[in-house]
């Protein structure tokens, strides 16, 4: 069974239900997808028995030893990625897109297209099960292929260590890096807070796994922080059939323990949001 973790925007509190759920009693796959702003494996430091590279995209090189600094890149590049500087044609690792374009009108072919072997996969045990994350490094491309291939990997590690639960911290928004991680998966489990922005978000979210047919369940986070705009939360969940699994408190021992990289249910097992994160998820399993 694969339940992903997933919210409409950043600070939800999203990865601390995740790193909950994947601390209950049972042994599981814990998948971080957030590729993008990984921090699973700060707080769980799991072993690396695996390291892959990731390629992504290619980027820009200059050979300087052909090159004349005529310029005719730094006009095309439009991405203004290759500029003059000390009056020395340059290209920023960062800026550069890889589009190939000034590999190709380069006249002394002094330009040449490289790998980006910076991002990784790893894979590895952590101590309650395995764990799979990735690194995209900064700048790079196609986070949503790299979050495939973690999924991939998550689902062998699963099937090879009898591991039933595969809990995915996904990455926050709706681009492509999410549809990646909610395809296919038993049961979405979307993040909400009680803003203005959280409602918006929570229904563009909603709009995304509708048209995959998945089983969507909400939790509301820190609900007691606007208990108005939470019901409101609440009544539109309603109105189109979807269940709110919890409305969890705000409290800062849940701060406390990612501080101490653990869960709350790691720190405080007996607490009232250990409680309700436990339901959550006995509901959305058995659901």
């Known amino acids: ?10 600070g939800t509190g999203k990865s601390s239900i995740s790193a909950a759920f994947a601390t209950l009693s049972e042994k599981v796959v814990l998948a971080d997808c957030d590729v993008d702003a990984a921090n699973m494996y700060i707080l769980f430091n799991p072993t690396h028995e695996e390291e ?17 600094n005529c310029g005719l890149c730094v006009d095309y590049c439009r991405f203004n990625a290759i500029s003059f500087i000390n009056n020395k044609v340059e290209i920023s690792e960062i800026s550069c897109d890889g589009c190939k374009l000034c590999s190709r009108i380069c006249p002394t072919k002094a330009i040449t297209m490289v790998d980006s072997d910076k991002s990784r996969m ?20 196609n986070s949503g292929k790299l979050v495939n291939i973690i999924r991939d990997k998550a689902k062998k590690v699963s099937k090879e260590n009898n591991l039933n639960t595969i809990i995915i911290d996904g990455p926050p928004g709706i681009g492509c890096p999410v549809i990646s991680t909610i395809t296919g998966v038993n049961h979405v489990v979307i993040i909400t807070e009680p803003t203005i ?62 501080v101490h990289c653990k869960s709350i249910i790691e720190l405080n097992p007996s607490s009232e949001i250990s409680h309700l994160i436990k339901n959550a998820y006995t509901l959305i399993t058995n659901g």
Not at 1 to 10: C, F, L, N, T
Request: include cysteine; glycine fraction near 8%.
């Open 1 to 10: 069974m694969e339940i992903a973790v997933i919210s409409g925007k950043g």
């Open 52 to 68: 892959q590279v990731y390629i992504g995209s290619q980027k820009a090189v200059i050979y300087y030893s052909l090159c004349t």
């Open 122 to 141: 790893y894979s590895g045990t952590f101590r309650n099960g395995k764990m799979v994350y990735g690194r995209l490094a900064p700048g790079e491309e």
């Open 197 to 258: 922005s959280g409602l918006h978000d929570l229904k563009r979210t909603i709009e995304i796994t509708s048209k995959f047919n998945l089983k969507t369940w909400v939790i509301i986070n820190k609900y007691d922080l606007n208990v108005e705009k939470a019901y409101q939360i609440e009544k539109y969940c309603s109105s189109i059939n979807i269940k709110v699994a919890a409305k969890i408190p705000f409290d800062a021992k849940v701060v406390e323990a990612m």
